[in-house]
């Protein structure tokens, strides 16, 4: 059984750097074609994908929040961390991470951090 | 960037209605599109990925077709349990893209 659970603090100040971590089971981010992401969800609005790190340390980003963001792994913890430099207001929102095999649907997802931006 | 636009943002439909939610791609993504399911409050779920094929445990009332830039997910009897929010995924290429939703209310 896949799981993943992330974690990081709740309320960060404007300009702070955000560092979340996601902590998964039931893969390895070492096996061809397997790929961790980030998505985050403003409260009411729609998904918005972020950062994907592959097995093999191959990482893609959203172009918007690109200069902002930095994915990592560290396959011998079984964690992926995301950090975001900057942090406002706005970026205020539930971050979820999501295990993929391939191309298709991230599947499963983490039950997601919700992350104020306040000072 | 490819971009994607789901129609309609909101729905109301009663228990036993047949429902179709669209979503258009702005370039071709083959069949590299997926379909969540999200309750408030909760994480979202893969119903259906690679534009038809059902995810396992899902039930048999919800399919997707599609291919290119034009899909759909249709619920065949609506059911209490899917008033939700539904969002459609493109794979094909980052930067991955979300439609907007189409959230499904009880009439």
């Known amino acids: 059984q896949i799981t993943l659970k992330e974690s990081g603090p709740t309320l960060v100040k404007p300009t702070q750097t955000l560092t979340l971590t996601c902590t998964f089971s039931?893969?390895?981010?070492?096996?061809?074609?397997?790929?961790v992401g980030w998505i985050r969800q403003p409260p009411g609005k729609a998904l918005e994908w972020l950062a994907l790190?592959?097995?093999?340390?191959?990482?893609r980003y959203s172009p918007s929040l690109r200069t902002r963001l930095t994915i990592t792994k560290d396959t011998s913890k079984n964690q992926v961390v995301l950090t975001m430099t900057n942090m406002d207001p706005v970026d205020t929102g539930t971050y979820y991470c999501?295990?993929?095999?391939?191309?298709?649907?991230?599947?499963?997802w983490g039950q997601g951090t919700l992350v104020t931006v306040s000072s | 960037d490819i971009q994607m636009t789901q129609s309609p943002s909101s729905l109301s439909a009663s228990v036993g209605d047949r429902v179709t939610i669209t979503c258009r791609a702005s370039?071709?993504?083959?069949?590299?599109l997926n379909w969540y399911q999200q309750k408030p409050g909760k994480a979202p779920k893969v119903l259906i990925y690679?534009?038809?094929s059902l995810q396992s445990g899902v039930p048999s009332r919800f399919s997707g077709s599609g291919s290119g830039t034009d899909f759909t997910l249709t619920i065949s009897s609506l059911q209490p349990e899917d008033f939700a929010t539904y969002y459609c995924h493109q794979s094909y290429s980052t930067p991955y893209a979300f439609g907007q939703g189409t959230k499904l209310e009880i009439k």
């Open positions: 370039q071709s993504i083959s069949r590299y």
């Open positions: 790190i592959y097995w093999d340390d191959d990482n």
């Open positions: 999501a295990h993929r095999s391939g191309q298709f649907a991230f599947d499963p």
């Open positions: 690679a534009a038809s």
């Open positions: 039931g893969f390895s981010l070492s096996t061809s074609g397997v790929s």
